[in-house]
């Protein structure tokens, strides 16, 4: 699948001033993977947020160095470099508004399933990417 590439290519403010006003239907959150030390480790949060400026902001953390931000299909995905190796975040937002009998069933699903691969796919059960909102702002 073919990459478009924002960042290095355009500035991170740029993205942050362009995406400053770029809403999502429903709440944002973030999985994916982060590699450590010891290995691959998941990655979920909640951003609370539906701004796509806000939620990159979050991600980022303050990493403004080794950072690529891309789109990849129906994925905005942000790529930090460390010393430990890259950690792949996947900006996505919930499919539905969550009840707390959905946030239960989330969470024995990934309690049941400890493969970073595995939730994964759970969480792309529960949640969409969010590439579409980039695509069309951009006119792609």
């Known amino acids: 699948m073919k990459k478009a590439i924002l960042h290095p ?6 993205i942050l ?5 770029l809403e999502t239907e429903h709440e944002l959150v973030v999985t994916g993977t982060a590699n450590i030390w ?20 979050k991600v980022m953390n303050g ?10 299909g129906r ?4 790529e930090i470099a460390h010393h ?7 900006i996505r937002e919930w499919k539905t508004e969550m009840t707390d009998r959905k946030y239960t069933n989330l969470y024995k699903k990934l309690d049941l399933n400890p493969e970073v691969e595995d939730r994964l796919e759970t969480m792309k059960k529960y949640t969409k990417g969010i590439g579409e909102y980039v695509k ?5």
């Not at 290519?9 to 740029?14: D, M, P």
């Not at 160095?65 to 891309?70: D, G, N, S």
């Open 63 to 72: 990493s403004w160095e080794e950072v690529q931000i891309y789109v990849e």
């Open 84 to 90: 430990d190796g890259t950690n792949k975040y996947l």
């Open 38 to 57: 010891d290995g691959e480790r998941f990655v979920f949060k909640e951003l609370d947020t539906t701004s796509v400026g806000e939620s990159i902001q």
């Open 136 to 140: 069309n702002y951009y006119g792609w």
């Open 17 to 21: 001033m362009d995406f400053e006003t």
């Open 75 to 78: 994925e905005l995905v942000i």
């Open 9 to 14: 290519y355009i500035e991170l403010e740029e």
